[in-house]
Nanobody
Framework: QVQLMESGGGLVQAGGSLTLTCSPI????????VAWFRQAPGQAAREFVG?????GYTYFADAVKNRFAISRDDAVHLQMNGLRPEDTAVYYC???????????????????WGQGTQVTVSS
């Protein structure tokens, strides 16, 4: 069973950069697609940010396209550039074996989740 742990969150000024890392705890997750979601303060739903398939295909939400990038080795890294106050949220990574060869944007299609890491962007 895959377990995930996010790291790298913190406080950054608008325009700055952060890199979040999603690491597997225990077995590797190279056979899974991995996606990032975020949940802003006061929002009930988790918003899709971007993801990477097991084959390296990446897909991003329009809100972060051209600002965020994803890479993977033994972990999955979300490089966030040009951060804005509206990017403030708890960021979660999630993994899917069923959809390993693509990136799905619906949170309910992911079975495995990390605990989240806080990203705060000050104006």
């Amino acid at each position: 069973q895959v377990q995930l742990m996010e790291s790298g969150g913190g406080l950054v000024q608008a325009g700055g950069s952060l890199t979040l890392t999603c690491s597997p705890i225990g077995p590797p997750f190279d056979s899974y697609s991995v996606a990032w979601f975020r949940q802003a303060p006061g929002q009930a739903a988790r918003e899709f940010v971007g993801g990477v398939s097991r084959d390296g295909y990446t897909y991003f939400a329009d809100a972060v396209k051209n600002r965020f990038a994803i890479s993977r080795d033994d972990a999955v890294h979300l490089q966030m550039n040009g951060l804005r106050p509206e990017d403030t949220a708890v960021y979660y990574c999630a993994a899917s074996f069923q959809y390993a060869h693509t990136v799905v944007t619906a949170a309910n299609e992911y079975y495995y989740w990390g605990q989240g890491t806080q990203v705060t962007v000050s104006s």
